[in-house]
């Protein structure tokens, strides 16, 4: 099956600080999603970006397909962004399989 | 749109007994549902993926006969644990696709604490 590899595992910082996120994939996907799980567990879904640039505020993301990997953007870094942030990946376009990566755990210090 | 509800949030259950974690799409219909599970630190990882009308299709490794899913209608999914024991304690957590451009939305997750 398709392999999802996320770095850094860890990732401590100081408020206001910038961070990049990667996540590479070992085959073509038709979709590509970043979600930021919160200490309760819940997963908020923060780009659905399977090629391409979007921004959401201080978030943003790239994703080039061609080369298989995509970029998670937190810029100003707030406390409440700490958390676990996966990128999950889907081979085929709906109702497959949606592979999660290994997760980077990112800390912000106040 | 597309929002999953998941109940319940957290349960706590004596050694032997049977648990069941109910996954509804609010707003749109899911003709297919899929249940993970994460443990502490690790990342999530698919159970089973629930067709309606249908038998659900488990991952290997997987125990249909202790992990049973039920999609009896559009908007339902259900996963019971049954005959429960410590090493099934964990986080479970459903999703359903919703709009194409919006991909999956994850229910709110049920941690299952086993006594």
């Known amino acids: 099956g398709i392999q999802v590899e996320q770095s850094p595992p860890d990732l401590i910082l100081q408020e206001g600080a910038n961070s990049t996120l990667r996540c590479n994939f070992s085959?073509?996907?038709?979709?590509l999603q970043w979600f930021h799980q919160n200490p309760w567990g819940q997963l908020i879904n923060l780009f659905y970006?399977?090629?391409g640039t979007k921004q959401n505020g201080r978030l943003s993301a790239t994703t080039v397909a061609t080369e298989r990997y995509s970029l998670l953007y937190i810029s100003s870094s707030q406390t409440t962004d700490s958390g676990v942030y996966f990128c999950?990946?889907?081979?085929?376009?709906?109702?497959?399989?949606?592979?999660f990566g290994t997760g980077t755990r990112l800390t912000i210090i106040p | 749109g597309a929002v999953v509800s998941q109940h319940p949030s957290r349960v706590i259950c004596k050694s032997g007994t049977s648990v069941k974690i109910e996954c509804r799409s609010l707003?749109?219909?899911?003709?297919?549902m899929f249940w993970y599970r994460q443990f502490p630190k690790q990342s999530l990882m698919l159970m089973a993926t629930?067709?309606?009308?249908?038998?659900?299709?488990?991952e290997q490794g997987v125990e249909k006969d202790k992990f049973l899913i039920n999609h009896a209608s559009l908007t339902l999914s259900t996963l019971t644990v049954t005959s429960a024991h410590p090493e099934d304690s964990s986080f479970y957590i459903c999703?359903?696709?919703?709009?194409?451009?919006?991909?999956?939305?994850f229910g709110s997750g049920t941690r299952l604490t086993v006594v």
């Open positions: 999703s359903a696709a919703g709009q194409t451009q919006h991909g999956y939305t």
């Open positions: 085959d073509s996907v038709n979709n």
């Open positions: 970006i399977p090629s």
């Open positions: 999950a990946v889907e081979r085929g376009f709906g109702n497959e399989k949606l592979t």
């Open positions: 707003d749109f219909q899911a003709t297919t």
């Open positions: 629930s067709n309606e009308g249908s038998k659900a299709t488990y």
